[in-house]
């Protein structure tokens, strides 16, 4: 990732359940449509009809939204996005008069949910609101990075925090960021973002209900409705990713899916040092240093021997598979 990815990262991403908010009295409106495209129809019934006559558990192949910023947010792995529109349903849309959000595609396994969106501005307002908060690259050619800094920390995120409530009742946030640079301006103005989503905090959830708010220069005093008035994401979170459970034979588990690796439940990437090798039952290798993210590698967990983590090794205890539809 370039510098100026890394600087806006450093300002947008990375929101943790530090930021906690209090339950609002007032519930907002709740707007959102399910998109449908006749040929997704037609071969999603074509499947299910092929798979009747036979006992099986599959996937249905749904499609992509915003196919582009969905590739771009992934552009680390040209890979994962075959695999994901092998496991997406359809997008979803959530809007008010002045904005739409929607969900284009979901990476979910056991620990972690990570949906692809795009916000677009409908009026006058919502085209404003988002193309101030949209720092085109062409923008920030010639700058230092100091410079880049000063650019983007002048500018709000167009992206809306978000809350829900977690265990026993309490609100969380649930994570958003962006790169801030990818976007488009004018008549179509939009851009790209994603929010992760720690399962630990909402247990047993089917689907998550996320309230949409404005930070007014990232402020905790300064949260409001705003210009998301009314809009209220609805994240599925059925597994589409199987997650193998590891454990080092004295009771510490790490967690490898076929897209990410996680420390814990909890403090999913855990401190600074990261060190990972996964060795395959055919004998090859994967080694990782100092990060990963998700949908940056993919493994074959049906091949993992075991892993070393930090110097530590761990060995396969238990796979935690996707939820699959299952047919007759």
């Known amino acids: 990732m370039n510098e100026q990815g890394i600087a806006v990262l450093s300002l947008f991403s990375e929101l943790d359940e530090r930021y906690i908010a209090e339950a609002q009295e007032e519930k ?20 299910i009809l092929a798979l009747s006559s036979v006992g099986a558990v599959a996937y249905v192949k749904g499609w992509i939204g915003h196919k582009e910023n969905v590739e771009h947010q992934y552009f680390y792995n040209k890979a994962l996005i075959p695999e994901l529109e092998k496991r997406a349903g359809e997008p979803l849309e959530f809007e008010n008069e ?3 959000i929607t969900v284009d595609a979901i ?18 307002q919502g085209k404003k609101f988002v193309e101030d908060g949209i720092t085109l690259k062409n923008e920030l050619d010639g700058l230092t990075t100091d410079e880049v800094f000063g650019v983007l920390g002048r500018r709000n995120s167009f992206v809306p925090f978000m ?21 488009k301006k004018g008549e179509s103005s939009e851009s790209a973002f994603t929010i992760g989503i720690k399962r630990d905090l909402f247990p047993d959830c089917e689907t998550l209900e996320l309230t949409c708010i404005e930070p007014i220069h990232a402020g905790i005093d300064d949260w409001t409705p705003g210009i998301f008035e009314g809009i209220v994401l609805e994240i599925p979170m059925k597994r589409n990713f199987d997650t193998l459970v590891l454990d080092d034979k004295s009771g510490r588990e790490v967690y490898l899916s076929e897209v990410c690796f996680y420390q814990s439940k909890s403090d999913i990437w855990g401190g600074k040092a990261f060190d990972l090798t996964v060795y395959s039952k055919d004998g090859s290798e994967q080694n990782i240093r100092d990060h990963i993210v998700v949908g940056e590698y993919l493994f074959d967990l049906e091949n993992v ?21 299952e047919t007759e």
């Open 305 to 325: 021997d075991h892993i070393v983590f930090n110097g530590r090794t761990f060995y396969p205890k238990e796979l935690i598979s996707a939820d699959r539809e």
């Open 163 to 183: 809350t829900a409530p977690g265990r026993d009742g309490e609100i969380k946030m649930a994570n958003s960021g962006s790169d801030g640079m990818f976007g």
């Open 98 to 100: 002045h904005l739409r």
């Open 28 to 47: 907002l409106t709740l707007r959102h449509r399910r998109i449908f495209k006749a040929p997704f129809i037609a071969a999603a019934a074509a499947a």
């Open 107 to 124: 990476i979910s396994d056991a620990v972690y949910v990570e949906a692809s969106a795009t916000i677009e501005g409908l009026d006058k």
